[in-house]
Nanobody, 120 residues
Framework: QLQASGGGLVQAGGSLRLSCVYS????????MGWYHQVPGKQRVMVAG????????HYADSVEGRFSFSRDNAENTMYLQMDSLKPEDSGIYYC???????????????WGQGTQVTVSS
């Protein structure tokens, strides 16, 4: 189970920090991250990490402006969003993945989404 929070309305150039608390069988999580969705389009990953190696990936559109982090003791992941632009507006979802190799399967778990609106 994932519970996201932290969205809101901010002016361009401002900052927000999203939080997502996760619970359940956390030891089986292979990857986690944040996705962005605007009306009529698919969710797109903006930041994600493979839990085994800790390497963080960012979408080109947010590289240098957004920062992913996690607190294992609190079972919480964060997305620090700086220098926000109007095109960053949308709903942000936190995600956790359980990946099995044989047979190959990816199980996605989603938070409820939090709205971010950036005014120009």
């Amino acid at each position: 189970q994932l519970q996201a929070s932290g969205g809101g309305l901010v002016q361009a150039g401002g900052s927000l920090r999203l939080s997502c608390v996760y619970s359940g069988n956390i030891f089986s999580i292979n990857a986690m991250g944040w996705y962005h969705q605007v009306p009529g389009k698919q969710r797109v990953m903006v930041a994600g990490v493979a839990t085994k190696n800790g390497k963080i990936h960012y979408a080109d559109s947010v590289e240098g402006r957004f920062s992913f982090s996690r607190d294992n003791a609190e079972n919480t992941m964060y997305l620090q969003m700086d220098s926000l632009k109007p095109e960053d507006s949308g709903i942000y979802y936190c995600n956790a993945k359980q990946i099995t190799i044989d047979p190959f399967n990816v199980a996605d778990y989603w938070g409820q989404g939090t709205q971010v609106t950036v005014s120009s």
